[in-house]
Nanobody
Framework: QVQLVESGGGLVQAGGSLRLSCAAS?????MGWFRQAPGKGRDFVAA????????NYADSVKGRFTISRDNAKNTVYLQMNSLKPEDTAVYYC???????????????WGQGTQVTVSS
């Protein structure tokens, strides 16, 4: 099973930007980002196919977040712009086989990285 390690989280003011990275220990197929706010379930954020030709975004982040990948580095990125306080959550990357929004379809998960957006 592939190991995933997220990085890039932190504290940022509303309107600011952050870029999350997810480094995989080996080759992965589709990759996804999810987030979990305190007291809430784990929500889909974005997903990308192995080639990068297919992406999927949650409505709440469309136009603000961009998912991308560098297969030579086995790394997936999440560029987050125009951040809002409601984006505050622990962000997780996950490896799967399809570009879908269901967490159950992803088999490997990282440990998460905290993103906090202050108002």
């Amino acid at each position: 099973q592939v190991q995933l390690v997220e990085s890039g989280g932190g504290l940022v003011q509303a309107g600011g930007s952050l870029r999350l990275s997810c480094a995989a220990s080996g080759r992965t197929a589709s990759m996804g980002w999810f987030r979990q706010a305190p007291g809430k379930g784990r929500d889909f954020v974005a997903a990308i196919s192995w080639s990068g030709g297919s992406t999927n975004y949650a409505d709440s982040v469309k136009g603000r977040f961009t998912i991308s990948r560098d297969n030579a580095k086995n790394t997936v990125y999440l560029q987050m712009n125009s951040l809002k306080p409601e984006d505050t959550a622990v962000y997780y990357c996950a490896a799967g086989t399809r570009v879908v929004d269901a967490a159950s379809m992803y088999r490997s998960w990282g440990q998460g990285t905290q993103v906090t957006v202050s108002s």
